[in-house]
Nanobody, 122 residues
Framework: VQLQASGGGLMQAGGSLRLSCAAS????????IGWFRQAPGKEREFVAG???????YYADSVKGRFTVSRQNTKNAVYLQMNSLKPEDTAVYYC?????????????????WGQGTQVTVSS
């Protein structure tokens, strides 16, 4: 599967953005899709994931603010980000895995899209 993330931009703190992860080849419905982010000088970290059965799971830092969902008819996964904070500033990536459970490590994900920049100003 080939993934492409989009929807990033510049937003003030407290605002909202919706990121999209679309598959140009393959079908996302077969995979668990994870969202990760990487800030300058930091390691890539897990943000949220949605399993093939639409079960969702989140990092503690975004729980209650971010919502991940999938729309198989559009072959896409979304990350709705509300109440954005400056510390959410990062390049955001989506990635696919067929690992069971609730995979949240970059090494557990096999297919990666290019990132989209999210910048939150204070």
């Amino acid at each position: 599967v080939q993934l492409q993330a989009s929807g990033g931009g510049l937003m003030q703190a407290g605002g909202s953005l919706r990121l999209s992860c679309a598959a140009s080849e393959g079908t996302v419905s077969r995979y668990t899709i994870g969202w990760f982010r990487q800030a300058p000088g930091k390691e890539r970290e897990f943000v949220a994931g949605v399993r093939y059965n639409s079960a969702t799971y989140y990092a503690d830092s975004v729980k209650g603010r971010f919502t991940v969902s999938r729309q198989n008819t559009k072959n896409a996964v979304y990350l709705q980000m509300n109440s954005l904070k400056p510390e959410d500033t990062a390049v955001y990536y989506c990635a696919a895995t067929s690992r069971i459970g609730f995979p949240n490590l970059p090494d557990e994900h096999y297919y990666w899209g290019q990132g989209t920049q999210v910048t939150v100003s204070s």
